[in-house]
């Protein structure tokens, strides 16, 4: 593919590398490559790069929009888990208007203090993890699905339109969890939709020292991702045992998730 053939892709909608690597079946690197010269050329054309850049969602840093790979880290707090850049082409506009100054604190971006009181984002090494707290396992399952998709999106930009039902099931409940969070994410990869409401109906844990099986039965409430509404900051790859904790504490649970992005 020659890189001028990227531009009609590029013009149906804004893409993450490891998206449009996935569309074209090329490394990501070498993605970003072939769009730094295409970049360069775009002058010659009737067409200018549209880009999102890279954003630190803990302090609010926005990285160059040179920056087309994922950064690992923030340079100015440090942190790891970071928006991923986007990038796309619009067609150059005949006269154009001198261009707005950007805006300080774009949909998605949550200063600390801004989410709920029981979610704690984490840094991890490559990853990206959180901890939620409930007063009962029903709520800890629902609002570890809701801090999912604050990973992954701004819930507040998901309308709950459309309802869906979710049964899953696992050998205990720490796997319970995994199972269910994972569900959601591979709805939300091969549907490609956002959810932002989850009911869990039933939780059914099996009897002390008898076998049997954990089940999870709930109803979530979303919508198809809109392009341009909805902001889609990274792509979860798996939700992982790796650092799994689920403890009964005073007063609730907590649990602790890491994905792996």
Same mark, same amino acid.
């Given at each position: 593919?020659?890189?001028?053939?990227?531009?009609?892709?590029?013009?149906?909608?804004?893409?993450?590398?490891?998206?449009?690597?996935?569309?074209?079946?090329?490394?990501?690197?070498?993605?970003?490559?072939?769009?730094?010269?295409?970049?360069?050329?775009?002058?010659?054309?009737?067409?200018?790069?549209?880009?999102?850049?890279?954003?630190?969602?803990?302090?609010?840093?926005?990285?160059?929009?040179?920056?087309?790979?994922?950064?690992?880290?923030?340079?100015?707090?440090?942190?790891?888990?970071?928006?991923?850049?986007?990038?796309?082409?619009?067609?150059?506009?005949?006269?154009?208007?001198?261009?707005?100054?950007?805006?300080?604190?774009?949909?998605?971006?949550?200063?600390?203090?801004?989410?709920?009181?029981?979610?704690?984002?984490?840094?991890?090494?490559?990853?990206?993890?959180?901890? %939620? /707290? *409930?007063? &009962? $396992? @029903?709520? #800890?399952?629902? +609002?570890?699905?809701?801090? =999912?998709?604050?990973?992954?999106?701004?819930?507040?930009?998901?309308?709950?339109?459309?309802?869906?039902?979710?049964? %899953? /099931? *696992?050998? &205990? $409940? @720490?796997? #319970?969890?995994? +199972?269910?969070?994972?569900? =959601?994410?591979?709805?939300?990869?091969?549907?490609?939709?956002?959810?932002?409401?989850?009911?869990?109906?039933?939780? %059914?844990?099996?009897?002390?020292?008898?076998?049997?099986?954990? +089940?999870?039965?709930?109803?979530?409430?979303?919508?198809?991702?809109?392009?341009?509404?909805?902001?889609?900051?990274?792509?979860?790859?798996?939700?992982?045992?790796?650092?799994?904790?689920?403890?009964?504490?005073?007063?609730?649970?907590?649990?602790?998730?890491?994905?792996?992005?």
């Amino acid at each position: 593919m020659r890189r001028r053939d990227l531009i009609p892709l590029l013009l149906r909608r804004a893409w993450t590398l490891p998206q449009l690597a996935r569309e074209l079946r090329r490394p990501p690197r070498d993605l970003a490559e072939d769009l730094a010269h295409l970049w360069r050329s775009l002058p010659h054309t009737g067409f200018e790069a549209d880009i999102t850049p890279a954003r630190c969602r803990k302090c609010g840093f926005t990285f160059g929009p040179d920056k087309l790979l994922k950064p690992g880290k923030c340079p100015h707090c440090r942190g790891t888990w970071i928006a991923e850049p986007r990038v796309a082409v619009r067609a150059r506009a005949a006269n154009p208007l001198p261009a707005d100054p950007p805006d300080p604190a774009p949909a998605g971006f949550n200063p600390a203090g801004e989410f709920p009181d029981w979610l704690t984002f984490l840094d991890h090494t490559a990853d990206a993890g959180i901890r %939620v /707290t *409930a007063p &009962d $396992l @029903p709520t #800890l399952f629902s +609002r570890a699905a809701w801090g =999912l998709f604050s990973v992954i999106t701004d819930p507040a930009t998901v309308q709950p339109a459309e309802a869906e039902p979710v049964e %899953v /099931t *696992a050998e &205990d $409940l @720490p796997a #319970l969890l995994v +199972r269910w969070l994972s569900e =959601l994410n591979y709805r939300h990869l091969t549907r490609h939709r956002l959810y932002a409401r989850f009911d869990v109906r039933e939780l %059914v844990l099996p009897k002390p020292a008898e076998p049997g099986t954990c +089940r999870l039965d709930a109803e979530v409430r979303g919508e198809a991702i809109v392009p341009g509404r909805h902001p889609v900051f990274t792509e979860i790859k798996a939700v992982t045992f790796h650092g799994l904790e689920l403890t009964e504490i005073d007063g609730g649970w907590r649990a602790q998730i890491i994905f792996d992005l």
